[in-house]
């Protein structure tokens, strides 16, 4: 992997945001027609005495959960390899760590919101609009030293944010190899990402309890949804 210049720390960072963003919201849009169908069966056989409302969230999120395990493991495989990070044990876990968390919470995202919404039709609306602020406040499009001061505190309450910020930091955090930047010299790198992104390889360790925080907060709400209202019609 090329780490000379500034652009090619960009590439990297453009590469890890196309990464998780896209295939991350395409789980959440396609998890949302399932759901929805099923939890039409749901309300019958509820309805019947057969399900009860918290088995049935938890077997839901555990079919997800395997679905995305074997995702992740094809994925992390041909991206970390394809993008050039180092065949580290430490490096590929954090790599597989953040990706897996992501796409699970990408994908509770988007059974929570069906959860909370009368039909799959509206949820996709709902979904694509917070979508769109993850996406803005994930710290690529602008850096969060660069989003003003009263708007900062959404760059934490953006889940994309943090994943980004574990897999830049995790993979290049730790390196001080000379990046050399246009018109102003050369600095090493994890002193350029402090000073760039204000990403540091030491928050690694909030950053793996935010992904988990994040996970069990969509199916805190999920499970809520499910269990505490009803959309049915009669």
């Known amino acids: 992997m090329n780490r000379s ?19 991350g919201a395409t789980n959440a849009s396609a998890v949302q027609s399932i759901v929805g169908i099923e939890r039409t069966v749901f309300y019958r056989e509820r309805a019947a005495g057969m399900y009860s409302p918290i088995p049935y969230a938890f077997a839901q999120v555990a079919i997800e959960t395997v679905y995305v ?34 796409f699970v919470y990408f994908t509770l995202y988007g059974m929570m919101i069906v959860a909370l919404t009368p039909n799959h039709q509206v949820s996709a609306i709902v979904m694509s609009f917070f979508l769109s602020f993850w996406n803005l406040f994930s710290g690529f499009l602008i850096p969060r030293m660069l989003i003003p001061i009263w708007w900062r505190w959404y760059y934490w309450a953006s889940p994309v944010a943090w994943t980004l910020y574990g897999l830049v ?42 992904q988990i925080g994040w996970v069990l907060l969509f199916f805190f709400v999920f499970g809520y949804g499910i269990k505490f209202l009803n959309f049915q019609r009669r």
């Not at 074997?70 to 994925?75: A, E, G, N, R």
């Not at 990046?179 to 360790?205: H, R, V, W």
């Open 5 to 23: 210049k500034l652009q090619d720390l960009l590439n990297i960072l453009g590469a890890m945001y196309s990464a998780i963003i896209f295939l």
């Open 69 to 102: 395990a074997i995702q992740s493991t094809v994925y992390c495989l041909l991206l970390f390899s394809m993008i050039g990070f180092e065949w580290k044990p430490e490096k590929f876990f954090w790599f597989f760590y953040l990706i897996f968390t992501c």
């Open 169 to 210: 930091a995790s993979q290049l955090g730790d390196k001080s190899s000379l990046i050399e930047i246009p018109g102003n010299g050369s600095l090493p790198l994890k002193m350029l990402l402090k000073l760039m992104l204000d990403f540091d390889y030491d928050f690694l360790p909030a950053v793996a309890v935010a």
